[in-house]
T-cell receptor, first 115, second 114 residues
Framework: DAGVTQSPTHLIKTRGQQVTLRCSPK?????VSWYQQALGQGPQFIFQ???????QRGNFPDRFSGHQFPNYSSELNVNALLLGDSALYLC??????????????FGPGTRLLVL | AQKITQTQPGMFVQEKEAVTLDCTYD???????LFWYKQPSSGEMIFLIY??????QNATEGRYSLNFQKARKSANLVISASQLGDSAMYFC???????????FGSGTKLNVKP
């Protein structure tokens, strides 16, 4: 049973560029959430996708956008990169069941460095 | 106000001893879930244990147990018989209501000494 996978594992970009990160959820999961984790801090919620729509969004600017595909995989896009966007980006998948006790399972993350 | 507070930036414990990592939470939602994750230096968040707000018993998973004190809004993680491989960052997280949006604390770095 494959867990959550993310690509690429590492990425180096320069300010002003755009980046796309990819995530495949755990088998059987239909919901994907993205988190940004700056060095030495806890993960911060960016947004969540379910049924190919953004269901919730954290306190992140519109430069951060996403997409979910029919096979439940997801992309995170960041435009006009800033130095402060350097972080570990974590993808988490879960199953959207009402009243569920389901936890989120995380991928290994993508380390983004913006120079 | 912070949803999740972890007041111990770093902890040391001797191998084979027990250690408690503190977590307090803030919510007005009667339905919520509390989670603990372990994050080794590799970066991956590893799920350890879950406690639901309506659960009467404290959750246990192997060497991990969650000391849930609802009135105090605390959900401390207890690791028994610490091992060198337990050295990592530990994050407490909360999910409110039926959504899978998690709020994370700032983490506690645990170092297990031989």
């Amino acid at each position: 049973d494959a867990g959550v996978t993310q690509s690429p594992t590492h990425l180096i970009k320069t300010r002003g560029q755009q980046v796309t990160l990819r995530c495949s959820p755990k088998s059987g999961h239909d919901t994907v959430s993205w988190y940004q984790q700056a060095l030495g801090q806890g993960p911060q919620f960016i947004f969540q996708y379910y049924e190919e729509e953004e269901r919730q969004r954290g306190n992140f600017p519109d430069r951060f956008s996403g997409h979910q595909f029919p096979n439940y995989s997801s992309e995170l896009n960041v435009n006009a990169l800033l130095l402060g966007d350097s972080a570990l980006y974590l993808c988490a998948s879960s199953l959207a069941v009402a009243g569920s006790t389901e936890t989120q399972y995380f991928g290994p993350g993508t380390r983004l460095l913006v120079l | 106000a912070q949803k999740i507070t972890q007041t111990q930036p770093g902890m040391f414990v001797q191998e084979k001893e027990a250690v408690t990592l503190d977590c307090t939470y803030d919510t007005s939602d009667p339905s919520y879930g509390l989670f603990w994750y372990k994050q080794p230096s590799s970066g991956e968040m590893i799920f350890l244990i879950y406690q639901g707000s309506y659960d009467q018993q404290n959750a246990t998973e192997g060497r991990y147990s969650l000391n849930f004190q609802k009135a105090r809004k605390s959900a401390n993680l207890v690791i028994s018989a610490s091992q060198l491989g337990d050295s990592a960052m530990y994050f407490c997280a909360m999910r409110e209501g039926g959504f899978n949006k998690f709020y994370f604390g700032s983490g506690t770095k645990l170092n297990v000494k031989p």
